[in-house]
Every structure is written in C-alpha cells, then in structure tokens.
C-alpha cells in the first residue's frame, strides 16, 4: 500500500488542488459508498518524535492499524480488529515506539441496557510485543494523559465493577499494573489533568446542580470553587482548561446570554477579565501552544467554524497555512512533542478531509500531501451548503443551511428536510457527507437550528425547554412554508428525516402537519417521550430530563400528545424507521413499537433494524445498507430530477 507523497511550500503560497469538473455542471450519480464507506485511511497520528505516523486502514468492516515513516509512503499492518463487535474508539502513540490502540465492545454485564465498555490494546510499531488490555475491572475509562518521552505509564480515569464513581490511575503501558492515584469521589464524575499531567480538577452533575473542585499543587486538597443550579444562576462558571500557571484555571462563563472565557485565580479565588466573547455565538474550545506554554487562540463556531488568536506569531502560521489551502478550515490534529511537525487536516463544505505533514523546522517551512479521506470525491462535484435564515411564527430569527444539487437552479425543488439531533446540538457549514449523498441524489437539504440548539447562547438553547413537539416543533414547520414561499421547494415534493431527537421531529412533523410532507425517516429516533423517561432513570438523566422535556402527572397529558407512537392515526406519508439493536441511548423498543403500531393501523412503513448496531452506524455493511435504502425510499415518494439517457452511477 502507499499513500501519495506531495510537497507544497508554505513560503511561495502554492495551492494545492485536484482536477474536478466544472463548476456549473450537474454533478455525476455517484453511488453510495462514495460518500459513506469506510474510508481506506483515516485517524491520522504523530509520533512523539514526529519520525512515524500512525493510521487506521479500512477494508469494509475490518479495520487495520498500520504505521509508515513520516516522509516514506509504505504502510506497514501492525494490529487487526476483525469483530464486529468491537470499534475503534480512539489511536495513540504511548511513546515514540509504542501504539495504544482504543476500543468499545458492548457489555455482556447490564440486562437490558446497552453499554459498552472500554479496552485497549498496546503494539509496537513495527508490529510487535503486542498485548491486550481489559483496563483492569474498569467498566469505563478514559486517558487523562498520555505516557511522556520514554515513560511507561499513562494516566486514566477508571470506574470500576461495583463503583459509582471514577479514580485516578497511572497505568504502566508494559506491564498494565494500575496504581491508584486518586481514590472515587462521591461529587466527581469527570477528573482532568493539567499540562503537566498532575490531576488538578473534578467535576459532577448531581440533578440541576453542578460542581467543579480544583488544587493548586499535587499536595494539595481539592476545594470546592463551584455549587450552582444550572438552570437558574446565571453567575456560576464551568471548567474550560488549564493555564500553565498552575495558580489560574480557564473557565466558561455566561456573558450576555452567551458562553465567553475568563481566567479564574485560585488563590484569590477570584475571576479575571474576560479572555474572549463574541457578540452572537458561544465561544467553544482553547487552542495551546504547550512548547511556549500559552494559550494562543480560542475557537468559535458561527456559520463556519473560526478562531480568535490571543499569538501573533500562532495568528501568522494560520495564515500562512490557510494561503496555501485556501477556501477550507485548516486546523492542527496531531503535532510531535518538540512541535517541529504537525499534522494538518483540511475540510470545507466541499472538501471532503484530506490531511497534510507540516514540517517547521525547515527552511522554509514544507506542507506535505499525506492523504485524502475520499479520494474518489472532488469538490467541483459536491454541493455548497449555503446559509439562511427565516423568521419563526413568533419573531425568533432561525439559522439555517440550504444545499442545492449541483447546477441545478434553486426552485422548485423536491426538498428533504434534515433536522439535527441533541436536541441541544446545532448544524453548520462544514463537509457533511449525508448531506452531499442526498443532494448527490437531486434533493435540495435543508437544516435548521431550531430553538433548543447549542451555539448561540443560554437564551436560545433554554427556549427548547419543555418544547419538544411545540415550539421546536414550529421552528421546523415555518421553515418548510418558507422554503415554499420563496419557491425553492416543490410543495409536492417534501420529505423529512433524521436521527436521535432529528428522528423524532421527523415523526412528529408527520404527525403534527401530515399535509406537509410525502415521506419521513427515521434512524435511532424517540418515539415515545414517557418510554424515554422511564428508560433514563437508569443513567441518572431524570433530573435533566425534567427540566429539558417534562415529567410527572402534570406533564403525563402533554407528553403522550407530542408522542409519535399515540398518534401514529394522523400520519399519512409514508415511514422509514431503522434502529440499532444495541442502542445505548435511544432503546430499540421505541422503533419497534411504532413499527408495529404503523402496521396494525394500516399505514405504509419498511423497518429495518441492524444487529451489533448502536447509537448510529458503526458497521460500514449496515451504514452503505441503511443509506441505499433511504435514497430509494426518497427516490420512490419524492421524484427528483429526471437524468440524461445513459447516465450512471459511479
């Protein structure tokens, strides 16, 4: 095997591009698993000495770990995963020799609710002195912090058979002997390390209420510095990151209805000046510099995903890098510990990831083609997504993202409406590939961010509260009718479908407005909000639950009518429901009761339901199905855009 080697100098600004077609041509029918098979490399990683590169190799559902030289082009296989039952979860280099390799496989221990649990395995990177690893009795776990130069332990965080509540640990990546250092704490449920690898913080969420507890020093006690109800103190502020002043914790905290970072002291106990906020969105991660030992920018999301530089020197690489990938969103994934080489990965809306090695410490710097994703894919084919907005019944202005088919004008169009799931998530430009296999198909897709979505402050995602099937609901509602108003949608030719809670507006918008739509789909969707209630309690979700959707007699009437599975008699179009059988989130029973309740009131429904499957589509032979279908269940009850005598698919 090899991967294509390309050099690009990021001092003379050379653009790299593929031949595509043109830009006004109709794009060419490509078939599915262009778009949603396993790609042949992905999850690329550095070695800490920047001298290898590690990557997961795909062939269909069996996955590959193999290794290569960072300049070299062959691959070498060094560890297999061949089950279907377990998953990659994550690939890291524990040294400069050693790989650990994460997985998840679904827990035979917990009847009737399905969870996976953690497990490891660790080989070297020319493919030997491998060994498996069960994380002890851990029945979840998660790396803090990865072994340093030539150490051997890593630092996780396990919960353990019988245990609430996670500890400490450093593991010896050799041996797997795990030495605890910090015992279970009754109010943590998340401990974090800083920079140093030292454990400094402790978070929980008990009911409404959250708590943060920090130390200065290793020696040191944790002190609670935060108790607050986060529904109703809007003064209270979360973990973001750690400073490399071990005495100053970054935070998150409201300003103006929207999320901006501070510096807290935890000596003085006292919050600094803001750091960064932004006028209409949340602010969402911090980016470090730990060679230096700075924060050098934080990130933020508006219609595209965009960062705020606190570095000139962090602010001048950026752009240097976006000149000679221009168009997309370039961003660091991997870097080597001296930091002399990186690992570039580039996407846009139509750019499906490709991913470059830069090397800083030439003269001049050199940008290096490592691989694409889908190569199979150019840009000139894929649609633009191209952002909206529209005014909800009630003023609230909703975001949204209209992609048409490739030169195909944008009226008339037979439309598939794709809300998101969360709820409290939200949609943006970026490279989507269910998204570009719809429009690929001759839908126009349209995404909205109803209220209840993330990203735009406290205000906006709290009016999704209590209005799951309402408000929420409308947003959808008003969207269709102004795709209709504006000509782009044929009012004949509408469809719905999403995932998790998109699944369930995708039910709920045939229940709610059956004249509105043709078709619906729905994959791992809530069909029952008192089932999904009742399931929650065992997560410990109630609390939120009743606060995010409702609970108890006073709700019990508003609850069974924003059901799809007590209304099923209203729903006209046709259904597609498809459901993982091990669905960790979203129980299967919720797909199979309305299955059987379609049925039995004679509606038109196709079930699907996918063994080794959770909350998603892990299983590349079950993802390329599901897909398959969903386009010909659209292709059936939408009717879009006749194409030219002879044309295929490729």
């Known amino acids: 095997m090899k991967i294509g080697l390309q050099a690009v100098m990021v001092a003379v600004l050379v653009m ?47 996955e590959v770990v193999v290794a290569r030289d960072t300049e070299g082009e062959a691959v070498r296989p060094i560890g297999r995963i061949s089950t279907p039952r377990v998953r990659l979860d994550g690939l890291y280099w524990a040294n400069s020799n050693r790989i650990f390799v994460f997985v998840e496989e679904h827990s035979p ?82 401990w974090f390390s800083d920079h140093d690898g030292v454990v400094r913080a402790g978070e929980g969420h008990r009911g409404e209420r959250y708590s943060l507890y920090a130390r200065v020093g290793p020696k040191d006690n944790f002190e609670k510095i935060q108790d607050f109800n986060v529904y109703t103190d809007k003064e209270g502020f979360r973990l973001a990151g750690f400073s490399f002043d071990p005495s100053k914790l970054y935070v998150w905290k409201i300003v103006d209805g929207r999320r901006a970072v501070f510096e807290f002291d935890l000596v003085a106990k006292q919050l600094g000046e803001p750091i960064f906020e932004h006028a209409t969105v949340d602010a969402a ?153 719809l429009a690929n198909r001759g839908f126009a897709v349209f995404q909205m961010n109803f209220r209840g979505s993330s990203g735009y402050g406290e205000t906006y995602r709290e009016g999704g509260d209590r209005q799951w099937g309402m408000a929420m609901q409308d947003d959808i509602t008003d969207g269709v009718k102004w795709l209709i108003e504006q000509g782009i949608a044929d009012p004949e030719r509408i469809g719905i479908f999403g995932s998790s809670y998109g699944g369930y507006a995708a039910l709920m918008a045939l ?19 008192p089932r999904l209630l009742a399931d929650d309690q065992w997560y410990r979700l109630e609390r939120v639950d009743q606060h995010r959707i409702g609970g108890g007699w006073s709700d019990s009437k508003r609850l069974h009518e924003t059901s799809p599975l007590d209304n099923v008699a209203k729903i006209r179009a046709p259904v597609l429901l498809a459901h993982g059988e091990n669905d960790e989130r979203v129980h299967v029973r919720h797909a199979r009761m309305m299955a059987k309740a379609l049925r039995s009131a004679g509606k038109d429904v196709e079930y699907l339901e996918f063994a080794n499957e959770v909350h998603g589509l892990l299983l590349e032979e079950n993802r390329l199905h599901f897909y398959e279908r969903l386009g010909e269940f659209f292709d059936k009850h939408l009717a879009p855009r006749p194409r030219s005598a002879g044309e295929g698919e490729r």
């Not at 290096?368 to 003023?395: E, I, K, T």
């Not at 043709?518 to 909000?529: E, H, I, K, N, P």
């Open 285 to 437: 991660g911090l980016i470090f510099d730990k060679l230096r030992r700075q924060l050098v920018g934080v990130t933020y999301v508006d219609d595209d995903p965009k960062r705020h530089f606190l570095s000139e020197e962090a602010e001048r690489e950026q752009m240097a890098i976006d000149r000679a990938l221009p168009g997309t969103y370039n961003e660091v994934v991997s870097v080597s510990r001296d930091q002399t080489r990186a690992i570039i990965e580039r996407s846009g809306d139509t750019q499906p990831p490709e991913y470059y090695v830069l090397t800083r410490d030439t003269q001049p710097k050199r940008l290096f083609f490592l691989l694409a994703l889908y190569p199979q894919l150019r840009p000139d084919d894929l649609a633009p997504m191209h952002a909206v907005s529209y005014r909800a019944r009630d003023g609230l202005t909703i975001p949204a993202y209209l992609t048409v088919p490739k030169g195909i004008e944008a009226k008339n169009l037979p439309v598939i409406v794709h809300p998101h799931g969360g709820p409290a998530q939200r949609d943006y430009r970026h490279y989507d590939p269910e998204v570009q296999f």
């Open 109 to 190: 221990f917990h009847v009737g609710l399905p969870v996976r649990i953690p497990w490891a395995f660790a080989i070297d990177a020319d493919g030997t002195h491998g060994g498996t690893l069960k994380f002890g009795n851990c029945v979840q776990a998660t790396v803090l912090r990865l072994p340093q130069d030539q150490t051997k332990q890593a630092l996780i965080q396990c919960t353990k058979h019988r245990e609430l509540y996670p500890g400490a640990y450093l593991l010896d990546v050799n041996s797997w002997a795990m030495t605890q250092v910090l015992p279970p704490h009754p109010a943590v449920d998340v």
């Open 16 to 62: 790299v591009s593929r031949s595509g077609s043109s830009a006004d041509a109709v794009a060419p029918r490509l078939a599915v698993k262009a778009f949603l098979a396993n790609p042949e490399f992905s999850d690329p990683r550095l070695s800490p000495d920047g001298k290898q590169i590690a990557l997961l190799m795909s062939r269909g559902d069996e």
């Open 511 to 529: 229940v709610k407005t059956p004249e509105l739509f043709r078709a619906g789909a729905s994959y791992a969707g809530v069909t029952s909000l």
